[in-house]
């Protein structure tokens, strides 16, 4: 089952440009992760945020939570060309034999210079 | 530090042919494992994942099956390849409890023809 589902599907900026993704989720969470996929490559996990946080920063990104409106949203600053990639949201799926993460269908963000 | 492997990288198999994927976690112990598929643009669906030796939970009932011989291997199987097989094979794992994080390996590209 999908958990998260991501917005826009796709992004088109320009280098230097910010750029903002968005993350709706269904059902009660205690984290919520932000993942990175480069064209053909593995997933790279970019940063956690807790239930109990509203927002948090490392580098160039900015994540926040609104549990009440059961969403998040990623925004990277003054972006770059590296930055083109798909980008992904993930909550915790805990089940008796364990926890996984579903992910969402991702963001594809395309950074020209 | 930790790895982890995945081979082979890419794969083209005829339907009716038999399949293997191996995932091996190098520099940690007792990880959980996980086996993803993700089709072509489409988010990533949660297929196996694993929390010890010979203890495998499927997420999607389907033509694939999954074992863990080892506490570090995970291998992806299947008896007989579908077209609908094709698809972008993850695996990932987690450092048992004491987060939610999960590192991906770098995948393997599996065309069924």
């Known amino acids: 089952s999908q958990q998260g589902e991501e917005d826009p599907q796709a992004l088109s900026i320009q280098e230097g440009e910010n750029a903002t993704m968005n993350c709706s989720y269904k059902t009660s969470i205690n984290n919520l992760q932000w993942y990175r996929q480069n064209s053909g490559r593995g997933l790279v996990h970019l940063i956690l945020i807790r239930s109990n946080e509203r927002e948090k920063h490392s580098g160039r990104l900015r994540v926040t939570l609104d549990t009440s409106k059961k969403s998040s949203s990623l925004l990277i600053t003054a972006s770059r060309a590296a930055d083109t990639a798909s980008y992904f949201c993930a909550t915790p799926y805990f089940n008796q034999a364990g926890t996984a993460l579903i992910f969402g269908k991702g963001t594809t963000l395309s950074v020209s210079s | 530090s930790q790895t982890i492997h995945q081979w082979p990288a890419t794969l083209v198999q005829p339907v009716g042919s038999p399949l293997s994927l191996e995932c091996t976690v190098e520099?940690?112990?007792?990880?959980?494992l996980y086996w993803y598929r993700q089709a072509a643009g489409r988010g990533l669906q949660l297929l196996f994942y694993s929390v010890g030796i010979g203890q495998i939970s499927s997420e999607v009932p389907q033509n694939l099956s999954a074992s863990r011989p080892q506490d570090r291997q995970f291998i992806l199987s299947s008896k007989k390849l579908l077209l609908s097989d094709s698809g972008f094979y993850l695996c990932?794992?987690?450092?048992?409890?004491?987060?939610?994080?999960?590192?991906f390996g770098p995948g393997t590209r599996l065309t069924v023809l």
């Open positions: 990932a794992w987690r450092a048992g409890t004491s987060t939610d994080t999960q590192y």
């Open positions: 520099g940690t112990s007792n990880p959980n």
